[in-house]
């Protein structure tokens, strides 16, 4: 032939990896703190006011625990960053819990609050809210030291790698995912983040279930010097990419942002929750 179609298509992978590997540098000047200032105070974290996303985010989460459906042994959160948030309600239905990042800083963040050092975020108000929810009337400090009990490792993930926890953990071996604002935020678009939902997925067994939260209709966000580039697209676009892998949809729901909650630190214009099951054999 002429080669034409041939340059294209190469051209195009091409194209794709070198924005992946500039997306990787572009995060080299992700700040922690700054990025939990801008996302984990008030008003997104305001535990009084109903409309806050943090209390809409751990309400989604809380319901799918309470399903009682739910856990197994290895529970992994893909891209945890300097946050603990997500994991929990999800926590407390495995034996070991492992959390990732593709940073070092952020790593290093989590275990900082892991080991109680001087410095950490403070997630009382978070582990108190999650309480709250479950209405046991726990003392919020006992989960607290649960889930430092929990978390067996911190290791590194690349979303874009076949096997995005290398040899630490084996496809198929994972009982459950937890991923929250990961996949969107280091894809340079649509394609690349459903590559990514597929990379993750063959971490999980067959029947296991992914709890993901993401953001909607993002191009941007800030963290310090960083500005990071978001992958944008829909809530519909959002269940496809897990209907197209081969999952049951168990739970969607949807958050838009109010007024209230635009802080100057993203574009971002709603949230959606999955809970989603692999199904048992395709
Ligand atoms: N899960 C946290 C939350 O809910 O706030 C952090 C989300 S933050 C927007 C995106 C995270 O993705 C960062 O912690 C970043 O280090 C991580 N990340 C960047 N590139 C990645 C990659 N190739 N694979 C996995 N995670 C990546």
């Not at 997104?44 to 856990?71: H, M, Q, T, Y």
């Not at 290093?108 to 582990?127: N, Q, V």
């Not at 108190?128 to 003392?139: L, M």
Request: aromatic residues 10%; contains cysteine.
């Amino acid at each position: 032939g002429d080669g034409k179609g041939e340059p294209f298509s190469s051209n195009r992978i091409t194209a794709n990896m070198s924005t992946i590997k500039a997306i990787a540098e572009n995060y080299q000047t992700f700040n922690p703190a700054a990025y939990l200032q801008n996302n984990y105070v008030p008003p997104r974290a305001d535990f009084s006011n109903p409309d806050s996303v943090v209390p809409w985010k751990l309400k989604c989460l809380a319901d799918a625990c309470a399903s009682g459906e739910i856990g197994g042994q290895i529970l992994v959160d893909i891209g945890s960053g300097p946050t603990v948030y997500q994991v929990l309600s999800a926590f407390e239905l495995f034996k070991e819990v492992i959390l990732t990042d593709f940073l070092a800083v952020n790593r290093e963040e989590l275990k900082k609050w892991l080991h109680d050092e001087p410095g950490a975020f403070d997630w009382g108000p978070f582990i108190n809210h999650v309480c709250s929810i479950e209405g046991k009337g726990e003392p919020w400090q006992e989960k607290r030291k649960r889930l430092r009990e929990r978390v067996s490792r911190v290791i590194p993930v690349n979303v874009h790698q076949p096997c995005p926890l290398g040899t630490e953990l084996a496809p198929g071996t994972v009982d459950a995912l937890v991923s929250s604002f990961c996949l969107e935020a280091c894809s340079p678009d649509y394609p690349a983040f459903v590559k990514a939902l597929q990379n993750i997925t063959g971490l999980l067994k067959p029947g296991g279930h992914v709890l993901m939260i993401g953001a909607l209709e993002e191009s941007y966000f800030l963290a310090g010097e960083a500005k990071l580039s978001v992958a944008s697209f829909t809530e519909e676009m959002t269940r496809k990419a897990f209907q197209d892998m081969g999952y049951v949809i168990r739970d969607f729901r949807s958050y838009t942002m109010p007024e209230s909650m635009k802080v100057g630190v993203d574009d971002v214009k709603g949230i959606s929750f999955v809970w989603a099951q692999k199904k048992e054999s395709n």
